[in-house]
């Protein structure tokens, strides 16, 4: 069906019934924010993506032009498009995954706060067409601040009464991404040879690589380990920056706007490909991310976490710690704990 169909529900193809490479059932993942910066190539990533069968591109704008461009692709994935609140229930409805990098930028006078209540308030309203069309999806929650976005999605699954801690996942694979490209470069070896587990949340401090931990097997200077920390908790700034390059202010802050996305898709992707081998089974799928958890005295942490049918079905402790990441564990906790109070509060005030 040409896109002006889909988007008008055309009934399901018969290719619906289709089944992933290799026999496997494939899933069916709706991307809410399809036709932003990250939705854009996550869109594309995930039609590339053998387990997907079916693939929902939710926004409320423009849409339709990123269905018709991806929905083209000779890839298993059929593609349909869904534009604007009232499309919202079918978009979710039948979904096993459901990735959300949905939000609006920050304009000119809006102060932080502003910012943070909008895009609050975008994650509560997507959460509640989650909590009424497909309860038993695992999110994938990208949506800044993920810190504060996550309990706000808890809050609003549990007044639904469809709260599975196990489900709610915040993706922090960005920063996983760069430790690994990091440290490959220091150490001098390939980047897929190499592992770092990075914990706590998903913003500046908060983003505690565990140096000590790298796999293979490695000693760094301290010298090292502070540009390597400090690297990965700014990497973002990193991008933006060099974006910005010679620019005016005026394209500069256009550039700020989409900064970092061709990456922070490529990591999303990882994450969800992730979750669909975990979904279908696969043993000993190990991921980092930010979800309800018990191993430090607040209520969600990113951990190392084992994904399977369940979504997070186990979650490892954070392991021996080096002097300098207890410090640094110290301080995560405590920025953390007033993120996670700002968005229990969002909801529940
Ligand atoms: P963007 O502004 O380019 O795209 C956001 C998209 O969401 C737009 O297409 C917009 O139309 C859409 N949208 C707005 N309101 C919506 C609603 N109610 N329902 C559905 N869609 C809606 O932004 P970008 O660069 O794609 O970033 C998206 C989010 O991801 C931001 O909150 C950003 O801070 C966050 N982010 C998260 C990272 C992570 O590692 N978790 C890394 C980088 C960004």
Redesign the pocket.
């Known amino acids: 069906h040409p896109p002006s169909l889909q988007m008008q529900g055309v009934p399901p193809l018969r290719r619906e019934n289709c089944r992933a490479k290799g026999g496997a059932p494939g899933f069916k993942v709706a991307i809410?924010?399809a036709?932003?910066?990250?939705?854009q190539p996550l869109s594309l990533l995930m039609k590339m993506n053998p387990l997907v069968s079916v693939l929902h591109l939710?926004?409320?704008?423009?849409s339709p032009g990123v269905t018709a461009d991806v929905s083209h692709m000779d890839t298993g994935a059929v593609v349909r498009g869904f534009l604007g609140a009232p499309q919202l229930e079918n978009a979710l409805t039948g979904m096993d995954i459901v990735i959300i990098?949905?939000?609006?930028?920050r304009k000119p006078g809006m102060t932080r706060d502003d910012l943070f209540k909008i895009?609050a308030g975008?994650v509560r309203?997507?959460c509640e067409g989650v909590a009424k069309c497909c309860p038993k999806a695992i999110v994938n929650l990208?949506?800044?601040p993920?810190n504060s976005t996550v309990p706000i999605a808890a809050e609003v699954f549990k007044k639904a009464g469809t709260y599975d801690p196990k489900r709610l996942l915040g993706?922090?694979t960005?920063d996983v991404v760069r430790a690994n490209t990091f440290v490959a470069e220091v150490l001098g070896i390939d980047p897929r040879e190499v592992d770092v587990p990075v914990i706590g949340g998903?913003s500046g401090v908060t983003i505690l690589p565990l140096l000590s931990q790298v796999k293979p097997a490695s000693s760094f200077t301290s010298e090292e380990i502070n540009y390597l920390t400090n690297r990965i908790q700014n990497g973002?700034t990193e991008v933006v920056e060099a974006k910005a390059g010679a620019g005016s202010a005026t394209l500069s802050m256009l550039n700020t706007?989409?900064?970092?996305?061709k990456m922070?898709a490529y990591?999303a992707a990882k994450f969800a490909d992730a979750c669909l081998r975990g979904l279908r089974g696969d043993a000993g799928i190990v991921e980092c991310t930010f979800v309800a958890s018990q191993v430090t005295e607040l209520p969600f942490f990113a951990t190392k976490v084992r994904l399977g049918r369940g979504g997070a079905e186990e979650i490892f402790p954070i392991g021996p710690l080096s002097e300098y990441e207890r410090v640094g564990l110290e301080k995560a906790k405590n920025e953390l704990a007033g993120s996670i109070d700002k968005g229990v509060s969002f909801i529940r005030k």
């Open positions: 809410l924010g036709a932003g910066g990250i939705g939710y926004d409320v704008v423009n990098p949905a939000g609006i930028p895009n975008i309203t997507l990208i949506s800044n993920v993706v922090t960005l998903h973002g706007r989409r900064t970092y996305s922070q990591a």
